[in-house]
């Protein structure tokens, strides 16, 4: 083949791009019973604003455009960042909290031999303006009832949730003065063995004591188990308490868990991931508080919370529970005219038309024989065909031959 | 303001999406009446695939990648290249015609300067493996539908309707050469000056005979009056004949016009352009046959025909013709609990949970006094508010206010 598939990006055929819809469409409806409004964003956007947040090393990750003016331009590698921008560019007359989704394209540059997605798509969903854990909570449950709506039960999936003050109040406690790196190995934790996470908190530099006691502290199942905390962490445990309370209609889907750290620098209050319950996935989505980025990026601050559900490892799951249903993309009519004449051809369109009105007709374009006709009639799943020849010219009566069945049918053009 | 949104792209904010999602859910209903199937493609594509079709001169175009790798990679710029090339990858497999739409972003490269779009949308629709003109005519009945769903009628759009081949034998029949520089003044010549044509004509060496006949024959208005064709221009004014056979239910919407070439190289013979009726726009819509382009790919030859209608232009004559609907982007519901307190805003949320089995609801996540919260429902367009305290806690009766009508309805909260 003389042209291929940019690797790492995947191509849409009928199948797959009903289901995109499928799920799209299921994102979209839950969404907006919650009150939140669609956005969507450019696809491009300055490399400034693209590496603000996480800094230099994320530049090796972003699609880049070569020069031809003075700007320096990107393909963004999220949501949240452009949204965020939005944002601010209405933030002094828009009422708040203010509460978008987007279902969007993204891209991010991955070496082509690694087999990686690089471009992907994600329901993303931001609330901007509210710092109350309700907040928090009402993201967390549109992910359930969206997770939901798509078939999956608690039986399938669950959120652990945590705490990025609760977390960093405990490293303050324990001493541990390296809390961004740290946070990097805890959010490993789930990957790596007990030797590998022991070894990797020695190369930061924590004594044998730091270690065990985080250990052990990590491992925590309940929250109010959690005693001798800090201020920063008492804060963080009365926002993560508010959470769960505000979530107890979904007790069976949420967990806390003390090792979701979230690596990303930007989190600052609830965190949260969503895993099948089997492990075998990786985050189905994920998200958290981000109060500081508006400010960041230049503006009065303003608190903000949101998460991110991608559609490739969602898929998978749902794929794998078979929750995935049949793509209806057939036809309900296939009309066949059966000579090249006009009257015949004229009369196979007139019905078409007729028939087009509340149903979804394929017509012959290709002046095939009849049998040819019905090939392509079963291929494209049309369920019934019908056939126009002189004859139905002449009676104005027409058959209508169901594929599924076999079974035939006359009936006068005019009451189709 | 820090960041920007990047020159020449448009930020999609609600209202915006809400109609840009009523013109996509026309279109998509519209296609798949016809037996259209939905597919997608990456944005990004290889630049060898992207300036295949039209050389060296689109590359100034297209939105090229900074090199990471060896990979030499673009922004696609149409639709019909990716999906041409998606047909070529299962071309043995699919039964044909393959009938496909797509509902798309891409990219074209402008200088910012000049404000024009860098960033848009399409609908694209594509037919491959039918030569007939049934299938040229079926997918400019799929436009008339899809403007027509749209609110538009036949006083407001027309599709000028033209053929490359009746074009070419005629310019042949002149002696006239240099036939690509020709057909690319020709698509000029309604928005230049008769002066300027004719100028532009002598530049390419046309003689003042040619110039005179040439001038002469494109105002013919009925495809009939064209005689004395050579074998070229035959073929092509039977191929139009037909088209225009099979679109006689749809005559109003149709018209004949020579002047439309569709400057591009790769169209072989129906070509269309759809325009306001009054001129006041560019083409709202444009497409034909390109019979070749599968070939060039490197591909066994397949016919093909198919057409891109453009969001933006599209948008502008549906606003001045008010046709663009309202969009339905309040709530139903608002649940206003008036104290900060476990039980009070446990029901608000049991209320909120209730209500959006079938409404779209929204509830307070700032905490903040009545009044404020009645603003902000209104701001938000909420239809209704509940308020809920101690009271409706101890009774499990609500008082639901209609912004709407200032009435009020009390109701148990169970019935709901």
């Given at each position: 083949?003389?042209?291929?598939?940019?690797?790492?990006?995947?191509?849409?055929?009928?199948?797959?791009?009903?289901?995109?819809?499928?799920?799209?469409?299921?994102?979209?409806?839950?969404?907006?019973?919650?009150?939140?409004l669609e956005v969507e964003s450019p696809a491009i956007e300055s490399l400034s604003l693209l590496s603000?947040?996480?800094?230099?090393?994320?530049?090796?990750?972003?699609?880049?455009?070569?020069?031809?003016?003075?700007e320096q331009l990107g393909l963004r590698f999220d949501l949240t960042v452009p949204m965020a921008r939005m944002f601010i560019a209405k933030q002094k007359e828009l009422p708040k909290p203010v509460k978008w989704f987007n279902i969007g394209r993204m891209w991010r540059?991955?070496?082509?031999?690694?087999?990686?997605?690089?471009?992907?798509?994600?329901?993303?969903?931001e609330i901007f303006g509210s710092d109350k854990p309700e907040a928090d909570a009402q993201i967390i449950s549109l992910i359930i009832d969206s997770f939901q709506a798509l078939g999956l039960t608690s039986k399938d999936f669950y959120v652990k949730i945590n705490n990025r003050n609760l977390l960093q109040g405990i490293?303050?406690?324990?001493?541990?003065?390296?809390?961004?790196?740290?946070?990097?190995?805890?959010?490993?934790?789930?990957?790596?063995?007990?030797?590998?996470?022991?070894?990797?908190?020695?190369?930061?530099?924590?004594?044998?004591?730091?270690?065990?006691?985080?250990?052990?502290?990590?491992?925590?199942?309940e929250l109010k188990q959690l005693k001798d905390l800090n201020e920063l962490a008492r804060q963080g445990q009365w926002e993560l308490q508010s959470v769960f309370?505000?979530?107890?209609?979904?007790?069976?889907?949420?967990?806390?868990?003390?090792?979701?750290?979230?690596?990303?620098?930007?989190?600052?209050?609830?965190?949260?991931?969503?895993?099948d319950r089997e492990g075998k996935y990786r985050a189905l989505a994920g998200g958290g508080r981000y109060d500081n980025m508006i400010q960041?990026?230049?503006?009065?601050?303003?608190?903000?919370?949101?998460?991110?559900?991608?559609?490739?490892?969602?898929?998978?799951?749902?794929?794998?529970?078979?929750?995935?249903?049949?793509?209806?993309?057939?036809?309900?009519?296939?009309?066949?005219?059966?000579?090249?004449?006009?009257?015949?051809?004229?009369?196979?369109?007139?019905?078409?038309?007729?028939?087009?009105?509340?149903?979804?007709?394929?017509?012959?374009?290709?002046?095939?024989?009849?049998?040819?006709?019905?090939?392509?009639?079963?291929?494209?799943?049309?369920?019934?065909v019908i056939v126009v020849g002189e004859n139905e010219v002449k009676t104005g009566v027409v058959t209508i031959k169901n594929l599924e069945d076999g079974k035939e049918e006359k009936k006068k053009i005019k009451e189709l």
């Open positions: 083949m003389k042209f291929q598939t940019v690797k790492g990006m995947k191509d849409w055929y009928p199948e797959d791009r009903a289901t995109f819809n499928w799920m799209a469409n299921t994102f979209r409806q839950q969404a907006v019973k919650y009150g939140f603000e947040k996480e800094g230099e090393e994320i530049k090796q990750q972003i699609f880049t455009f070569e020069k031809k003016g003075s540059y991955e070496a082509p031999q690694k087999g990686r997605l690089r471009e992907f798509y994600q329901f993303g969903v490293l303050d406690g324990l001493g541990i003065g390296n809390i961004s790196e740290v946070m990097t190995v805890i959010d490993k934790v789930a990957k790596i063995s007990e030797e590998e996470f022991v070894a990797e908190l020695e190369k930061l530099k924590l004594t044998q004591a730091q270690i065990k006691k985080l250990d052990s502290i990590l491992k925590t199942k309370e505000a979530l107890q209609d979904n007790q069976a889907f949420v967990q806390f868990d003390l090792t979701v750290a979230r690596g990303l620098a930007y989190y600052t209050g609830t965190v949260f991931e969503v895993y960041l990026f230049g503006s009065e601050p303003c608190a903000a919370t949101g998460f991110g559900i991608g559609f490739a490892t969602l898929g998978l799951l749902l794929e794998e529970k078979m929750l995935i249903p049949a793509p209806d993309i057939g036809v309900d009519y296939y009309v066949a005219p059966i000579k090249d004449d006009p009257k015949v051809m004229a009369l196979a369109n007139t019905i078409a038309v007729q028939l087009r009105k509340t149903n979804r007709v394929d017509v012959d374009l290709m002046r095939r024989s009849l049998p040819k006709q019905f090939d392509y009639a079963n291929k494209i799943k049309a369920k019934k």
